[in-house]
């Protein structure tokens, strides 16, 4: 069984650069735990690559 984010790339034919895990309440609410995850679970150097290029 294939998952969202292979649909959302097969629809739209952008690369998925990463996707968040669910979050608690308490982890939402600190920005340092966002960060954390963000870090562990995006590619955040391939986004700045890409924003970089978009406003060349």
Known sequence: EKGNLYYYRKLTGLPILGKLPQMTEAQLGNPEEIARLAEQNVQLDRI?????????
């Not at 700045?48 to 060349?56: G, I, N």
């Open 48 to 56: 700045l690559e890409l924003a970089d290029k978009a406003t060349e």
